[in-house]
């Protein structure tokens, strides 16, 4: 269960990009938010996924209030989170072939061990071949890099997915597979969902209620 | 050069009104690369379309089937690696062929402009759009004296609906759409007969993406050109809808072929696409069936010697991994037949 709680977020002083929003995501739930570019939907969803500290308002999660963000947020609070944005090139370490960056927050969480089971796992879930894995990120596609990025974000088994814009940089058949692979994975394991985009004819496919921004604030 | 390919046959005496001569024609268009430890990547292969004035052709794929090389090839923007053949006529030139000269001063601006992908990195983001606008003018047209420019930039930017309350801001202080057009008045300025959009809405919402698509239309139904008989504009996207919106025609781009060519109506509509893979993809679709293609594209750079398709389509039988589809509207062994034409 997470709950935002009347949140207002943004960046500089006096100019909040998102104003007194309350959004809950039941256990297991998919939420669809819908808005037009630049409306602060993004923003709502690093807030969502503790990446951003809002100014005023709480987030709780399983009834328990979140008080540190980002880094120094407790492990078992931040693992809880999976996320996907939109730009797979911007989040991938261009150095990494495509196995580390999948493992990386296993490494991060000090269980190196689990990598070889979990990649077996994840990347026929995903749709990566073998030969995609030990390739860095400029020698794949974007559509391919998405993919490494979603099974980065699976890799904890997280309980709340956040999607922000995951297919809008991608063709129709590659959009329909990734949102396949979430949709599997929250079968499995109950997991809940937060889709951000704005794409109204995607987000009502493939959530079970879409939220428009304006009946937020 | 009559070929199988067109919106209509060629030449024939019951033709309502005479074909117009395209204003791009390309023929056995492929580009290859050639990598370290003589590896060969067929980034295109064999591409033959035309594009006729007034016309707007939409260019589909996934992400990495070769529609960005194809464009770029055009453009002689193609990196050293590059090698081409086949030919791309743009009036009586052959851009394949043509030296960096030529291409630098007549073709790209003038007879080719580029709307392209993501307009904010396309801006210079140390210049306001006027002195942008500006400059275009002068290196492009005859456009002399510091009044003179002034008034044929905001002209210039009236033509792409770009607000001249804007003309004075940067790069980034424009929105997406404001970005986008002011990206398209620049390419507007020099006038040339083709407009080459590449995945022009790229990350933008989907009221942007038809604002931006629409206005693209509006260039090529408008009179302008050299013969004054519209623009022609190839359009190099993967959303499927912005195609729908305002294509013509549809060429469908796999593994680096084009695998379909058809009307966008029948495409997009009934009887559909022919090709399995054009069908596929129109299912991946969220008001469609939403189901992907399974399997992934093939390695341009370890393509099968029969269907690059065949792997992943369900109609493939041992003639598809034997044997090169064959070349014509539908590169396929087994494609849809429409109902109402089976005998």
Known sequence: MLELRSITAGYTRNAPVVRDVSLTLAPGASVGLLGPSGCGKSTLARVAALLHRPEAGSVLLDGEPVRRWRHSAPRDQRTAFGVVFQQARLSAD????????????????????????????????????????TRRPHEVSDGQLQRACLARALVLRP?????????????????????????DYR??????????????????????????????? | ???????????????????????????????????????????????RFDVLPGECLALIGESGCGKSVLASALLGLLPGN??????????????LTAGERTLARTVRGRLIGLVPQSPAAHLTPVRTVRSQLEETVAALTATRGRAALRTAAEAAAERAAFPATHLD??????????????????????????LLADEPTTGLDR??????????????????????????????????????????????????????????????????????????????????AFRPVPGMPPKL????DGCAFAPRCARATDLCTGQAPPSGEVACHHPHVPEDVRA
């Open chain 1, 94 to 133: 261009p150095r990494l072939p495509l196995t580390g960056l999948i493992a990386e927050p296993l490494r991060a969480t000090g269980r190196a061990r689990e990598i070889p089971g979990r990649i077996a796992e994840l990347a026929p879930a995903v749709g990566l071949t073998p030969d995609l894995l």
């Open chain 1, 159 to 183: 309980r709340v997915l956040v999607c922000d814009e995951m297919t809008a940089m991608l063709d129709a058949s590659t959009a329909a597979a990734l949102v396949a692979a979430v949709e």
């Open chain 1, 187 to 217: 079968a499995a394991t109950g997991a809940a969902l937060l889709a951000v985009g704005h794409d109204r004819t995607l987000l009502r496919r493939w959530c079970d209620r879409t939220v428009h921004w304006d009946e937020l604030t």
């Open chain 2, 1 to 47: 050069m009559s070929t199988g390919i067109g919106p209509g046959p060629a030449g024939t005496a019951t033709g309502p009104a005479p074909r117009p001569a395209p204003v791009l024609s390309v023929r056995d268009l492929s580009v290859r690369f050639l990598m370290p430890a003589g590896r060969r990547v067929a980034a295109v292969t064999g591409a």
């Open chain 2, 82 to 95: 590059a090698q081409t053949a086949g030919s791309a006529f743009l009036g009586g030139l052959d851009l």
């Open chain 2, 169 to 194: 801001r940067y790069p980034h202080e424009l929105s997406g759409g404001l970005a986008q057009r002011a990206a398209t008045a620049l390419a507007l300025v020099g006038d040339a007969p083709l």
């Open chain 2, 207 to 288: 009221d942007l993406v038809d604002r931006t698509v629409d206005e693209l239309r509006r260039h090529v139904d408008d009179p302008g050109g050299t013969e004054g008989a519209g623009r022609a504009l190839l359009m190099i996207t993967h959303d499927l809808a912005a195609a729908e919106r305002i294509a013509d025609r549809v060429a469908v781009m796999y593994a680096g072929r084009i695998v379909e060519l058809a009307d966008a109506t029948a495409f997009f509509g009934t009887p559909g696409p022919r090709h399995p893979y054009s069908r596929g993809l129109l299912e991946a679709l969220p008001d469609r």
């Open chain 2, 301 to 304: 750079g370890d393509l099968p």
